[in-house]
């Protein structure tokens, strides 16, 4: 059974920093993209970034400049490093990877972290 589990959300001031993470783990043969999204209340779920398992990476306009994604594909994780934090970037941010097991490639979600900014 594959598993995605975030840690890293929190509480933060307008202006600050958070990292989050993303492991991946259980019995798999390969990682393909990976990525973060963002829900707001009262919104439909966003993409933040993505990465694919080459490095290319893709971010949502809202965030360019101030949030960066990596991956660790020894560690089977994804990191989401957000500086200049803004009170619209408040959100439940999931993890999300395209992963290949014996049935085939498959999209698994974590189970989400808060992302709070305010003052």
């Known amino acids: 059974q594959v598993q995605l589990v975030e840690t890293g959300g929190g509480l933060v001031h307008p202006g600050g920093s958070l990292r989050l993470s993303c492991a991946a783990s259980g019995s798999f043969f390969s990682i393909n993209a990976m990525g973060w999204y963002r829900q707001a209340p009262g919104k439909e779920r966003e993409l933040v970034a993505s990465i694919t398992s080459a490095g290319s990476t893709n971010y949502a306009d809202s965030v360019k400049g101030r949030f960066t994604i990596s991956r660790d594909n020894a560690k089977n994780t994804v990191y989401l490093q957000m500086n200049s934090l803004k009170p619209e970037d408040t959100a439940v941010y999931y993890c999300?990877?395209?992963?290949?097991?014996?049935?085939?490639?498959?999209?698994?979600w974590g189970q989400g972290t808060q992302v709070t900014v305010s003052s």
């Open positions: 999300s990877a395209n992963i290949r097991t014996y049935f085939g490639p498959y999209d698994y």
